[in-house]
T-cell receptor, first 113, second 114 residues
Framework: GQQVMQIPQYQHVQEGEDFTTYCNSS?????IQWYKQRPGGHPVFLIQ?????EVKKQKRLTFQFGEAKKNSSLHITATQTTDVGTYFC?????????????FGQGTTLQVKP | DAGVTQSPTHLIKTRGQQVTLRCSPK?????VSWYQQALGQGPQFIFQ???????QRGNFPDRFSGHQFPNYSSELNVNALLLGDSALYLC?????????????FGPGTRLTVL
């Protein structure tokens, strides 16, 4: 079945260092979404990428969607303690556009002050 | 504007029991999806409801069933609970016209099966 994979599973960085998580899908995606889940919290939508090769920025966060629309990345510049959490990518599941999302297993970011 | 709400927050059940979880979608949203999130894993899609019908289902057994009410709120029912059903159950809502867009998640119900 369709799979979405993320690496790394965990990342520990010193505050101020950069962080990148990578997402790969077994199938071509019509779009990819990124969510952040703080410890003890629930997933919160960050962004959606739709176009091949698309790059979007949100302050220190940069999101990319691959040319083949099968991979994506999230890069955080100069991490802060507020960036702590698990970052998930998610793509539509199945051929019908019904909102079903297939999530990766997430990358958990720890930031040492 | 209230976001997605879920009840109860926590629940402890024993094997073989049945449980009902509840969700109220964000104002203006008519589509509700349910996800199961095991510890250390990403959310797994259970099913989605709109217009009071189950529209799509993930790889979950028939023990998992749901319902959507005319006011768009939804229930998730799990019968014959197993230890492996222990997880965070998340409800997500979206407007039907934008189902390819963002999903708004509720705080979840933490279910523990003993």
């Amino acid at each position: 079945g369709q799979q979405v994979m993320q690496i790394p599973q965990y990342q520990h960085v010193q505050e101020g260092e950069d962080f990148t998580t990578y997402c790969n899908s077994s199938t071509t995606l019509s779009n990819i979404q990124w969510y952040k889940q703080r410890p003890g919290g629930h997933p919160v939508f960050l962004i959606q990428l739709v176009k091949s090769g698309e790059v979007k920025k949100q302050k220190r966060l940069t999101f990319q969607f691959g040319e083949a629309k099968k991979n994506s990345s999230l890069h955080i510049t100069a991490t802060q303690t507020t960036d702590v959490g698990t970052y998930f990518c998610a793509g539509p599941g199945g051929s019908s556009n019904t909102g079903k999302l297939i999530f990766g297993q997430g990358t958990t970011l720890q930031v040492k002050p | 504007d209230a976001g997605v709400t879920q009840s109860p927050t926590h629940l402890i059940k024993t094997r073989g029991q049945q449980v009902t979880l509840r969700c109220s979608p964000k104002s203006g949203h008519d589509t509700v999806s349910w996800y199961q999130q095991a510890l250390g894993q990403g959310p797994q899609f259970i099913f989605q409801y709109y217009e009071e019908e189950e529209r799509q289902r993930g790889n979950f057994p028939d023990r998992f069933s749901g319902h959507q009410f005319p006011n768009y709120s939804s229930e998730l029912n799990v019968n014959a609970l197993l230890l492996g059903d222990s997880a965070l159950y998340l409800c997500a809502s979206s407007p039907r016209v934008a189902t390819l867009g963002a999903q708004y998640f509720g705080p979840g119900t933490r279910l523990t099966v003993l």
